[in-house]
């Protein structure tokens, strides 16, 4: 039977992040499992490729301890991996005098957890982001950066796999444990010493097969895109985001221009049906009536959702979309937007007893296992900080944890 010394559940940007600074702390024999054939099959190929520069984040939260120190480190991997990468900066720009008024709030927040922000007048935007348009004043963030995250999980196999001291069994998913210390798989029992979820869309699945995270259920949300045709790319040199509302988990329909040149719009962040609920109707089972139901929940219960619900499902029409869009900048015409086949689905907990959107990322830890739950946005930015943070949790429970497998 095999054995893994530390057992990874999940090889998408959080499980790979952790399983490279165990290596670089010295531990031996980690084994990821990934149920798919390759990496970067769910959210970690398929978000917005921005590294984000610690803007939006409650003070003391794990997102924003992470977030900027993610930034920097993932942007200083990409330089020595040669992986691509531009340093292209982000405008955040307001549409009426409310939105400007949450503004200049989410700029003192931003100040507060130590982000490297300014505040600009049209003039200067102008400068930096011609198209952009916003009332009055604009926030510059020059941090923001974009990259390509399939690349940089694809290079992180190879980083991780290289001396042999950790390995990915793919098609390999995890089932449930059997006993302490002994894994069910899709390809047969696993014994291993320390276990680690970093499952995505499936951790609460996972954890609840541990006894944990029974306080949350998940809510998966829809994220589409646009994109600019090729002619109108030029319009745009970094990403342009609108003021969100920082009470709500996600950014807004926003433009960014990617590693390759295309300009991205989006993505929405309606309610799905699915945890891989990317078309229409792939990827629903039997699940479906459950988030469903939860959905109906939030609604009657949770104002914030409500308003999502409401306005979120209507950017599957393009008029509605493209209002968004047109918000955030100058003479924008419908024959300027195009399909994109890009789609993202947010695995987003919800505490059950409240009824609230878990706003931060989540760790359950039971018996030297540890449950990495809610690695929402930004956790691709976040991922190398994060890991960090991880493996200091990882390392302080290692003279406790008892080794089941030990015959002693
Ligand atoms: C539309 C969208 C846009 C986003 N934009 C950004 C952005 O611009 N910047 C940013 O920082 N973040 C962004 N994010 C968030 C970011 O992509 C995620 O937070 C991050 O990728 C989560 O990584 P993960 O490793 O937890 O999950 P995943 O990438 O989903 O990886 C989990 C892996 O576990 C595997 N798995 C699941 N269950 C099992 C099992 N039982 N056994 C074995 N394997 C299993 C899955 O196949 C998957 O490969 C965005 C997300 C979305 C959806």
């Known amino acids: 039977m095999e054995h893994a010394e530390i057992l990874i559940s999940g090889a998408g940007i959080v499980g790979l992040s952790i399983a490279r600074e165990l290596l670089r702390r010295g531990y031996e024999n980690i084994v990821l499992l990934e149920k798919e054939t390759d990496v970067g099959k769910h959210a970690s190929g398929r978000n917005s490729g921005v590294l984000h520069a610690g803007i939006y984040y409650a003070p003391g939260s794990t997102k924003a301890q992470t977030c900027l120190r993610g930034n920097r480190m993932m942007r200083e991997y990409c330089r020595e991996k040669?992986?691509?990468?531009?340093?292209?900066?982000?405008?955040?720009?307001?549409?009426?005098?409310?939105?400007?008024?949450?503004?200049?709030?989410?700029?003192?927040?931003?100040?507060?957890?130590?982000?490297?922000?300014?505040?600009?007048?049209t003039k200067e935007l102008a400068e930096i982001e011609p198209a952009a348009a916003t009332v009055e004043k604009a926030i510059h963030s020059p941090e923001t950066a974009v990259i390509n995250p399939k690349r940089i999980v694809q290079h992180l196999v190879k980083d991780i796999t290289a001396d042999g001291r950790a390995r990915i069994l793919f098609e390999t998913a995890f089932v449930r444990p059997i006993r302490p210390g002994l894994a069910l798989t899709t390809s047969g029992p696993l014994r291993?010493?320390?276990?680690?979820?970093?499952?995505?869309?499936?951790?609460?699945?996972?954890?609840?097969?541990?006894?944990?995270?029974?306080?949350?259920?998940?809510?998966?949300?829809?994220?589409?895109?646009?994109?600019?045709?090729?002619?109108?790319?030029?319009?745009?040199?970094?990403?342009?985001?609108?003021?969100?509302?920082?009470?709500?988990?996600?950014?807004?329909?926003?433009?960014?221009?990617?590693?390759?040149?295309?300009v991205h719009i989006g993505p929405t962040a309606i309610p799905a049906l699915g945890r891989e609920n990317y078309s229409l109707f792939g990827g629903l089972d039997a699940e479906a009536f459950r988030f469903a139901w939860r959905d109906v929940v939030l609604f009657t219960r949770n104002a914030k959702f409500r308003t999502i619900a409401l306005t979120e499902p209507r950017k599957y029409m393009f008029s509605q979309f493209f209002k968004d869009a047109s918000k955030l900048v100058k003479h924008l015409n419908p024959t300027d937007i195009a399909p994109s086949s890009k789609v993202g689905i947010r695995p987003q907990l919800v505490n059950v007893q409240t009824n609230e959107l878990v706003m931060d990322f989540l760790v359950e830890e039971h018996d030297g296992d540890i449950h990495i739950l809610n690695a929402i946005s930004p956790a691709f930015t976040s991922s190398f900080a994060f890991a960090e943070t991880i493996a200091d949790l990882f390392d302080s429970q290692e003279t406790k944890t008892p080794d089941h497998n030990d015959p002693a």
Request: hydrophobic fraction near 40%; charged fraction near 20%.
């Open 82 to 121: 040669g992986l691509p990468l531009e340093q292209s900066g982000k405008v955040i720009v307001a549409s009426s005098h409310d939105e400007h008024e949450r503004l200049l709030a989410l700029y003192d927040r931003a100040r507060t957890i130590g982000a490297a922000v300014s505040l600009i007048d």
């Open 192 to 262: 291993y010493r320390r276990f680690i979820n970093a499952s995505g869309a499936y951790s609460d699945v996972v954890a609840q097969a541990f006894g944990l995270g029974h306080a949350y259920q998940l809510v998966p949300f829809k994220g589409l895109y646009r994109q600019l045709v090729p002619e109108r790319r030029g319009m745009i040199r970094g990403s342009i985001y609108p003021v969100p509302d920082i009470r709500n988990p996600f950014l807004g329909v926003h433009f960014t221009k990617s590693v390759a040149g295309e």
